[in-house]
């Protein structure tokens, strides 16, 4: 059902007077920008070379037809948008588009790319923010987009079987019908591919409660380089025979083979939810506000998201989002999922008259009945589709310690003044993950030099991560250094020497050229 306001005060009196204003935005056609009109990466980023790679030819689309008769793509027309980041931030220039339809035909075109040393970039739903999805140059695209099929799945022990290219919300909706759910929860989880999430190791809205992706991947197939197959498609949850091979491929962004199925853990879905939108004054009443959560709600905590006012503002301004509460600096989301209804909503209920009575959250609104719990979910998952009616965004994705983690937000608009629109930052308190936007009508080299590398270098002085959850991609990779060791950064060089030695692999992303 959905519950009436509740409010610890009638006046609060701190709103920001930041006015969202339609002169400093671009119109809503700009998240429809042609895919053609984005700027070449290797124009906007030319101190990167292409690598000693063999050009396609005839010959070789000729062995691919054979290899899969009639999911070969070279019209320029169809392979444009499989060419250009979601961001429509890197675009490149590959003349050929590849859709295996199962693990032999991956190995068969992956032997035959390594022995003519033409290089590859694997494609899942193509929904990364790091440009690690697409061609930096001629790369061929390897679509994952046919290998879509469910082999198994044990309601005893909860574990998935699945292709590399079955979309993550079609995986939690087959899995619903069973009263299962999967561990893992995106925005783009209409779109992304398991494959993809697994290969970035993507994190998403409830790690707090489901943990990350190195624990819930039991076992995985792969084709390396040279289209030997990897067999690690184990089942079992418990195994200590040697080492864990399938966790070098978890994050490994397609840069060491690619992963063509999955068996994964996935737990029971919970009966009973319940989702609080709260205001609060300053970031340290989210901070205390997550305390206080942490000690009451334990193990019902499933996700505690928060957000800023600026990000609100643009949610009612370019998508007509309603804000359900009055207007308050920051935001928080906090949803528990359990087994007993009647025991969740009395501890929820108990939590919401703690941090109202010590005035850390000021102003509040809760859902149990779905629908309402889709609309207040909406107010923190819609946030990027909002800031891509600004025009260009640039992205960053940390991991910071609680205490800093807004302070990055607040300097990063000091720093940048006039030169953007809007800074705004939202992210996973639960797992100390800040999603940092910075926007700007249109491109420009002058934002980006003062954006980069200041922020990682910022994020490194304070022990924290250039990547918490999107992988490096293109767009970081020459940043590593800000959060890995020399010797770590050589050994992952040793690794991909060792599996992919003349570099076809996804290259030009993760490592530093």
């Given at each position: 059902m959905w519950r009436p306001r509740f409010s610890a005060c009638v006046s609060y009196g701190v709103t920001r007077s930041l006015q969202v204003s339609t002169r400093y935005c671009l119109s809503m056609s700009a998240k429809t920008k042609c895919s053609s009109q984005v700027e070449l990466t290797s124009v906007r980023y030319p101190h990167v070379k292409r690598g000693y790679f063999s050009q396609v030819s005839e010959e070789d689309i000729k062995v691919f037809e054979r290899l899969i008769p009639s999911r070969v793509l070279t019209d320029a027309h169809e392979i444009a948008p499989h060419n250009v980041d979601w961001l429509k931030m890197v675009r490149g220039n590959s003349k050929v588009l590849l859709k295996p339809k199962s693990?032999?035909?991956?190995?068969?075109?992956?032997?035959?790319?390594?022995?003519?040393?033409?290089?590859?970039?694997?494609?899942?739903?193509?929904?990364?923010?790091?440009?690690?999805?697409?061609?930096?140059?001629?790369?061929?695209?390897?679509?994952?987009?046919?290998?879509?099929?469910?082999?198994?799945?044990?309601?005893?022990?909860?574990?998935?079987?699945?292709?590399?290219?079955?979309?993550?919300?079609?995986?939690?909706?087959?899995?619903?019908?069973k009263g299962f759910i999967m561990p893992l929860d995106l925005g783009a989880k209409g779109s992304c591919h398991i494959g993809g999430n697994i290969a970035t190791n993507a994190a998403g809205l409830r790690l707090l409660r489901y943990g990350s992706l190195h624990g819930n991947v039991l076992g995985l197939e792969a084709v390396l380089a040279?289209?030997?197959?990897?067999?690690?498609?184990?089942?079992?949850?418990?195994?200590?025979?040697?080492?864990?091979?399938?966790?070098?491929?978890?994050?490994?962004?397609?840069?060491?083979?690619?992963?063509?199925?999955?068996?994964?853990?996935?737990?029971?879905?919970?009966?009973?939810?319940?989702?609080?939108?709260?205001?609060?004054?300053?970031?340290?009443?989210?901070?205390?506000?997550?305390?206080?959560?942490?000690?009451?709600?334990?193990?019902?905590?499933?996700?505690?998201?928060?957000?800023?006012?600026?990000?609100?503002?643009?949610?009612?301004?370019?998508?007509?989002?309603?804000?359900?509460?009055?207007?308050?600096?920051?935001?928080?989301?906090?949803?528990?999922?359990?087994?007993?209804?009647?025991?969740?909503?009395?501890?929820?209920?108990?939590?919401?008259?703690?941090?109202?009575?010590?005035?850390?959250?000021?102003?509040?609104?809760?859902?149990?009945?779905?629908?309402?719990?889709?609309?207040?979910?909406?107010?923190?998952?819609?946030?990027?589709?909002?800031?891509?009616?600004?025009?260009?965004?640039?992205?960053?994705?940390?991991?910071?310690?609680?205490?800093?983690?807004?302070?990055?937000?607040?300097?990063?608009?000091?720093?940048?003044?006039?030169?953007?629109?809007?800074?705004?930052?939202?992210?996973?308190?639960?797992?100390?993950?800040?999603?940092?936007?910075?926007?700007?009508?249109?491109?420009?080299?002058?934002?980006?030099?003062?954006?980069e590398p200041y922020v990682f270098e910022w994020t490194a002085k304070y022990n924290g991560s250039i990547s918490a959850e999107h992988g490096l991609g293109f767009k970081k990779a020459k940043y590593i250094h800000y959060s890995k060791s020399a010797s770590s950064v050589a050994l992952m060089r040793q690794l991909k020497g060792l599996l992919d030695p003349k570099g076809i692999m996804n290259p030009y992303k993760v490592l530093p050229s």
């Amino acid at each position: 059902m959905w519950r009436p306001r509740f409010s610890a005060c009638v006046s609060y009196g701190v709103t920001r007077s930041l006015q969202v204003s339609t002169r400093y935005c671009l119109s809503m056609s700009a998240k429809t920008k042609c895919s053609s009109q984005v700027e070449l990466t290797s124009v906007r980023y030319p101190h990167v070379k292409r690598g000693y790679f063999s050009q396609v030819s005839e010959e070789d689309i000729k062995v691919f037809e054979r290899l899969i008769p009639s999911r070969v793509l070279t019209d320029a027309h169809e392979i444009a948008p499989h060419n250009v980041d979601w961001l429509k931030m890197v675009r490149g220039n590959s003349k050929v588009l590849l859709k295996p339809k199962s693990t032999q035909e991956v190995s068969e075109i992956l032997a035959y790319c390594n022995s003519r040393r033409l290089a590859v970039v694997p494609q899942g739903g193509n929904t990364g923010l790091v440009g690690g999805s697409v061609p930096v140059f001629d790369e061929i695209i390897l679509s994952m987009s046919l290998m879509n099929q469910v082999i198994s799945f044990d309601e005893v022990s909860g574990i998935l079987v699945c292709e590399a290219g079955c979309i993550l919300e079609s995986l939690d909706k087959l899995l619903e019908e069973k009263g299962f759910i999967m561990p893992l929860d995106l925005g783009a989880k209409g779109s992304c591919h398991i494959g993809g999430n697994i290969a970035t190791n993507a994190a998403g809205l409830r790690l707090l409660r489901y943990g990350s992706l190195h624990g819930n991947v039991l076992g995985l197939e792969a084709v390396l380089a040279d289209g030997k197959i990897l067999d690690c498609l184990s089942s079992l949850q418990k195994d200590n025979t040697g080492y864990d091979i399938k966790q070098l491929f978890i994050g490994s962004e397609g840069s060491l083979g690619v992963v063509t199925a999955a068996s994964i853990l996935v737990p029971r879905r919970p009966k009973s939810i319940n989702v609080a939108f709260l205001g609060c004054g300053s970031f340290q009443d989210v901070l205390k506000t997550f305390k206080l959560a942490k000690i009451m709600l334990g193990e019902i905590l499933s996700a505690f998201e928060f957000q800023d006012d600026v990000s609100m503002q643009l949610l009612e301004a370019f998508l007509g989002l309603s804000n359900p509460i009055s207007r308050w600096p920051f935001y928080v989301l906090v949803e528990t999922s359990g087994s007993n209804s009647y025991h969740d909503e009395e501890k929820v209920t108990s939590f919401l008259e703690k941090v109202l009575s010590e005035n850390t959250a000021q102003d509040g609104t809760v859902a149990t009945d779905l629908s309402k719990v889709k609309e207040l979910w909406g107010l923190r998952e819609r946030i990027t589709d909002s800031l891509m009616c600004c025009g260009t965004v640039y992205k960053y994705d940390l991991s910071l310690p609680l205490p800093n983690m807004y302070d990055l937000v607040l300097d990063m608009r000091r720093r940048l003044g006039n030169m953007v629109t809007y800074v705004t930052g939202h992210g996973h308190l639960g797992d100390g993950n800040l999603h940092l936007n910075i926007t700007s009508p249109k491109h420009r080299d002058e934002v980006l030099n003062a954006i980069e590398p200041y922020v990682f270098e910022w994020t490194a002085k304070y022990n924290g991560s250039i990547s918490a959850e999107h992988g490096l991609g293109f767009k970081k990779a020459k940043y590593i250094h800000y959060s890995k060791s020399a010797s770590s950064v050589a050994l992952m060089r040793q690794l991909k020497g060792l599996l992919d030695p003349k570099g076809i692999m996804n290259p030009y992303k993760v490592l530093p050229s």
